[in-house]
């Protein structure tokens, strides 16, 4: 049967077609109908459309009702990829995700139906500041809302205070998170944007979505971290006139403290702001979750603990597919042991078991200079800092040959350490910091550091120099001017990190947080182990070499806690993150030993370098390893 005259949709002609942020958007009429649904007002406008409050028919119900602007749903590819993704996003059962009833299209328009939340919203909310227990319910809310998604592989993209809605009906305040129009499915291989273009709102995006990398669910995790500054302070994080100076700004600026705007903002807040806002997506917390919950532990307030399995998954959405990660293809045999992230983690959920881990493929050693101590991997270069003969080696990470001649840098080249836009490289006898110019391949005027600088580290706004002998760790502006830092007794080796500098110092058994703002230490200095030689930073914690009782500590960034010694092999003497595991070279053993972050244990046997694997770093899909006695340094594909 027919409906009545008044229920039949109208034609498309009644609706009035407005310009929004991007595109052209379709506002329809009130009492209009359109889908089987009756509009009655309009609740939203976007650059992706209109949001309507709606009356469904059948059943009769109140909706959020939006329809997608005009250009994007004539685009075919967006079609088949939205009602996808939609229909993923429908599929999600959480108390906290706005739940969507129907995916359609009519006169040539997609729409999407949704729960109708009486309320407001994050946006409007925080006007003014809340107070800190309430901003945090409500980020903890979001929190386990992402992790939902993430573990369905669906990255939200645009977290803002506009898509957390927030209902009083039950008395207490309840956030929702909707809009995951412009959600991407992890695995997908369809472009989510053309080139230049960008998806979400730049005040809450993370660095990586704009300089076109891997969106993933650790972005989430970011914006999640600028929503809770937003909630905290009233304010933006990067507030800036053009969205050009807000991408700069969370490209390079470190972030920002809430507290020094709300002097009520707990100190503890400040430290789970600089974690969720990392630059680099692998320090941010393990998911939007944990990052929830160190927020409500900050408060003080109560949190329930997160399941190891939806921690499992959640990281698994975080992580790309090993054939995205890398460059050169393992031979089969060895891609048929290799289990990717996402497959890993269906292993745990399916068997409640984990997986053997993938047997790592060890390269053919690729000769740089006399004496290899130091290594620095990007996706464009592999920096090898040689000893003996006193020069850098750059290696094509590709094609595994040699970039020019080696570089002379001066007497006794030690730690080497590789950014986005810089080299550098420390000379022992010189007592300096080289800068390297990465296109000529020659070394630059060296700055002066101080008695036996060992390591150095690039991030925060500047490069930190570890000096041994003064017992400092200098801190080198971009115009060379240098500040010098008192830390603990023989400091070894110096990285960035979850906001902070951290330093180990050999001769005391310590580490030394620094704050990269105030340019002073944290608190005392943390004990950690026997002899510790180096630090690194990743998958949420610190992790110490300790070479004197060959074993790594692991440490909590926020509490400073350390944790039980983790047995490796003899003489470990350097440390990185990436690729799945924690992974450490064993000088004496002439192994690298790979620790699950997760358990804290060591997983399968040591991979067999050879020639005193003294330092590694990773990149461009590889880890890569000095063998000294060979005068190589080895790939070793994860």
Request: overall charge negative; glycine content about 10%; aromatic content about 4%.
């Amino acid at each position: 049967m027919s409906p009545p005259e008044a229920e039949r949709d109208t034609p498309r002609s009644r609706a009035t077609l407005a310009l929004g942020d991007s595109a052209a958007t379709v506002t329809l009429a009130r009492g209009e109908l359109f889908a089987g649904y009756r509009i009655e007002e309009v609740i939203a406008r976007g650059g992706m459309g209109v949001v309507h409050r709606a009356t469904q028919l059948r059943p009769q119900r109140t909706v959020a009702l939006k329809v997608l602007a005009p250009e994007l749903s004539a685009a075919e590819g967006f079609r088949r990829r939205f009602r996808r993704e939609a229909e993923l996003a429908a599929a999600i059962e959480h108390p906290n995700v706005v739940p969507v009833y129907e995916v359609g299209e009519a006169d040539g328009l997609l729409y999407i139906s949704m729960r109708y939340v009486e309320g407001t919203d994050l946006e409007r909310l925080a006007v003014d500041p809340l107070e800190p227990r309430r901003a945090g319910r409500l980020v903890y809310q979001v929190g386990t809302a992402l992790d939902a998604a993430h573990a369905r592989g669906l990255v939200h993209r645009d977290v803002k205070p506009a898509n957390v809605l927030i209902s009083n009906a039950d008395g207490a305040e309840h956030a929702y998170l909707s809009d995951f129009g412009v959600a991407r499915r992890v695995l997908s291989q369809t472009a989510a944007t053309r080139p230049g273009e960008w998806v979400g709102t730049a005040d809450y995006m993370a660095p990586e979505a704009f300089e076109g990398g891997r969106v993933d669910a650790r972005s989430d995790t970011y914006s999640l971290a600028c929503v809770l500054y937003r909630a905290l302070t009233g304010e933006v994080p990067y507030p800036r006139d053009l969205d050009l100076k807000t991408m700069y700004a969370h490209l390079h600026e470190p972030p920002p403290s809430a507290r020094s705007r709300i002097s009520s903002v707990p100190a503890e807040l400040d430290a789970v702001l600089e974690r969720g806002m990392a630059k680099d997506p692998e320090r941010r917390y393990r998911s939007a979750g944990d990052l929830g919950a160190a927020a409500l532990a900050a408060v003080g307030a109560p949190t329930r603990a997160l399941s190891e399995r939806s921690v499992a998954v959640g990281e698994a959405a975080a992580r790309p597919g090993r054939a995205a990660r890398r460059r050169r293809a393992l031979g089969g045999a060895a891609v048929a042991l290799a289990l990717g992230s996402i497959g890993v983690a269906a292993w745990q959920l399916l068997k409640d078991e984990t997986p053997p881990p993938p047997v790592p493929v060890v390269g053919s050693p690729i000769p740089v200079g006399d004496g290899p101590v130091s290594v620095a991997a990007s996706d464009e270069v592999v920096w090898v800092a040689n000893a003996i003969d006193d020069t850098v080696s750059a290696v094509d990470p590709v094609t595994g040959r040699r970039l020019g001649r080696p570089i002379p840098v001066g007497d006794e080249p030690g730690g080497v350490a590789t950014g986005a836009r810089s080299t550098w490289v420390v000379t022992v006898d010189e007592g300096a910091v080289t800068p390297i110019d990465a296109e000529r391949l020659r070394a630059g005027s060296p700055i002066a550091a101080g008695s036996r600088p060992t390591d150095v580290a690039i991030g925060l706004g500047a490069v930190w120099v570890s000096v041994y002998d003064d017992d400092r760790v200098v801190r080198v502006e971009a115009g060379g001017e240098t500040e010098r830092i008192p830390v603990g007794d023989g400091p070894t080796d110096v990285a960035v990190g979850e906001g902070f500098v951290w330093v180990v110092n050999s001769e005391d058994d310590t580490m030394t947080k620094i704050n990269a703002t105030t340019r002073e230490p944290v608190g005392s200095a943390i004990p950690v182990n026997n002899a510790p030689e180096s630090v690194t930073v990743g998958a949420g914690s610190v992790w110490v070499a300790n070479i004197r009782n060959d074993s790594v500590t692991r440490v909590d960034p926020v509490r400073g806690q350390s944790g039980p010694s983790i047995p490796v092999g003899e003489r470990p003497d350097d440390i990185a993150v990436g690729e799945g595991f924690v992974w450490v070279a064993n000088f004496d053993a002439g192994t690298v030993s790979r620790i699950d972050p997760e358990s804290g244990r060591v997983v399968g046997e040591p991979i067999e370098i050879g020639n005193g694997p003294g330092a590694l770093s990773i990149g461009a899909g590889s880890v890569w390893v000095t063998a000294f006695g060979a005068d190589a340094v080895v790939p070793v594909e994860p």
